[in-house]
């Protein structure tokens, strides 16, 4: 049994919906940014903030007019550093829940391991480039994923899987048996694992393995798990625990792959088109889980 959605009433404001921040983007980038950004806000979260570097502000002021951004240097900050370790700690004070990994690009080791030590205690989705900085900083990863408590949900993808267990980057080992290597994940650290792929899995410390039954081969491209970031952010923002979000998360991201999928087909969904199915695949969540 799937666990309940927020629930949205008449009289709530934007602050009673949650506040989240958005790790994300670097220089020809910014669209990872916008795409979890999209979610987030599609999924019904109060307040999106969006910390990036200063390089990208344009696109991204541009595509998520609604989200408040928090700028990293000046326009010629390409990417994150261990120097904007402060915007992202001050933002960090004001928020419920943290996205951090689309689209950062390769120097997140340098300083994820500072971030780590800093947020403990708060709920935050680990994505993309910062799990490869885990892999990188912590040789197997094994050192900073036993920093990791079970407010964290890291949602890796084969690779970057493999890259966590210090398996070489060999993304068919993880695909050849996923439930043994997300059991290897979750003996690691105490936060949620999301092993994406056909079926996804999720899995934590003392939990049964959770078997996705929705999605679609049309979620294998370019930006899908931006979007599956920014749900289930939103999901931690507005209350959910990280088990509970990751599930109803995945659930709600296979969903609206499926319902777009009897539109237009596998080859042609497109990550981008995912937020415009969130409304419906809400209500079949809710109609057949509660």
């Not at 390089?55 to 951004?69: D, N, Q, R, V």
């Not at 419920?96 to 030590?117: C, E, N, S």
């Not at 999605?215 to 294998?220: F, P, S, T």
Request: overall charge negative; aromatic content about 6%.
């Amino acid at each position: 049994m799937l666990p309940a959605l927020p629930v949205r009433v008449d009289a709530d404001d934007k602050k009673d919906n949650g506040r989240l921040l958005v790790i994300a983007g670097s220089k020809g980038m910014a669209g990872g940014a916008a795409l979890a950004v999209e979610a987030a806000l599609r999924v019904g979260v109060g307040y999106v903030y969006v910390c990036c570097p200063g390089s990208i502000t344009p696109e991204l002021t541009a595509a998520t007019p609604s989200a408040i951004l928090r700028m990293c240097g000046d326009a010629m900050h390409e990417q994150f550093t261990s120097e904007d370790l402060p915007v992202m700690f001050d933002a960090m004070r004001i928020v419920d829940a943290v996205v951090v990994g689309p689209a950062i690009g390769d120097g997140a080791q340098a300083w994820m391991a500072q971030f780590i030590a800093a947020s403990k205690g708060k709920k935050i989705v680990i994505d993309a480039d910062a799990l490869n900085g885990i892999a990188r900083a912590g040789g197997s990863g094994g050192d900073l994923l036993g920093e990791l408590d079970e407010n964290v949900v890291l949602t890796p993808h084969a690779g970057e899987a493999a890259r966590l267990l210090g398996w070489d980057d060999n993304a068919a080992r993880v695909q050849a048996d996923r439930h043994s290597a997300l059991e290897s994940l979750c003996r690691r650290t105490l936060a949620t694992v999301v092993l994406k792929g056909p079926a996804t899995l999720v899995g934590a410390k003392g939990q049964m393995t959770y078997i996705n039954d929705s999605g679609n081969a049309g979620l294998a491209k370019a930006g899908s798990g931006d979007v599956l970031s920014g749900i289930i952010g939103s999901l931690l923002a507005r209350g959910m625990d990280g088990w509970d979000a990751a599930r109803a998360g995945v659930w709600l991201h296979g969903r609206a792959a499926d319902l777009l999928v009897e539109e237009v087909g596998q080859d042609s969904l497109i990550p981008s088109d995912l937020a415009y199915a969130f409304g419906k695949a809400f209500a079949d969540y809710s109609g057949r889980f509660n």
